[in-house]
T-cell receptor
Framework: EDQVTQSPEALRLQEGESSSLNCSYT??????LFWYRQDPGKGPEFLFT???AGEEKEKERLKATLTKKESFLHITAPKPEDSATYLC???????????FGKGTRLSVIA | EAGVAQSPRYKIIEKRQSVAFWCNPI?????LYWYQQILGQGPKLLIQ????????DSQLPKDRFSAERLKGVDSTLKIQPAKLEDSAVYLC???????????FGDGTRLSIL
């Protein structure tokens, strides 16, 4: 059973068309939820860590939020350079492995 | 600050051959991870080191995979013998500690013929 589920699998947006990506998790005792961006042929690039329900973090056009069961990555007025796969991962305690979802492939069309 | 360095970037071998990957983490990072990423999937942890000791290798196929981190700095991951299902990208990541965000290298893309 998947512990981390991301939706949609793929998303195509027009430039400037805001949207949200979802990451739902079934683990209990979450220590942290991580968002990464991955470009083709590259390793994941760290974006955010969220630790508690209600927490929000922002970076440029991206805002990540966390509830007790899911996290959202909101993309406001996206640009073509935001096209990438966005991965979320959960960690149960300080030294346990990250468990990744399968990612959402985002394409932003000019 | 230099990032996580990995080599080679690409490797093509035949099944049953052996292969090795190298990783140099960010300077000062005590924790080092090896992940396997199959096309269309998220990364899956193979092994985690804290300095030169193994913290978690529960998902490492130990009959064919081995890894070491001598001197607590760079690390090598070896596959011997390789199987077709080992075709994937092998990512190395490092962090200051197990609680800090992980920073990834660009990986080694392995193709098994």
């Amino acid at each position: 059973e998947d512990q981390v589920t991301q939706s949609p699998e793929a998303l195509r947006l027009q430039e400037g068309e805001s949207s949200s990506l979802n990451c739902s998790y079934t683990v209990s005792g979450l220590r942290g939820l991580f968002w990464y961006r991955q470009d083709p042929g590259k390793g994941p690039e760290f974006l955010f860590t969220l630790y508690s329900a209600g927490e929000e973090k922002e970076k440029e056009r991206l805002k990540a939020t966390l509830t007790k069961k899911e996290s959202f990555l909101h993309i406001t007025a996206p640009k073509p350079e935001d096209s990438a796969t966005y991965l979320c991962a959960v960690q149960l305690s300080g030294n346990t492995p990250l468990v990744f979802g399968k990612g959402t492939r985002l394409s932003v069309i000019a | 600050e230099a990032g996580v360095a990995q080599s080679p970037r690409y490797k093509i071998i035949e099944k049953r051959q052996s292969v090795a990957f190298w990783c140099n983490p960010i300077s000062g990072h005590a924790t080092l991870y090896w992940y396997q990423q199959i096309l269309g999937q998220g990364p899956k942890l193979l092994i985690q080191f804290q300095n030169n000791g193994v913290v978690d290798d529960s998902q490492l196929p130990k009959d064919r995979f081995s890894a070491e981190r001598l001197k607590g700095v760079d690390s090598t991951l070896k596959i011997q013998p390789a199987k077709l299902e080992d075709s994937a990208v092998y990512l190395c990541a490092s962090s200051l500690s197990g609680e800090q965000p992980q920073h990834f290298g660009d990986g080694t893309r392995l193709s098994i013929l």
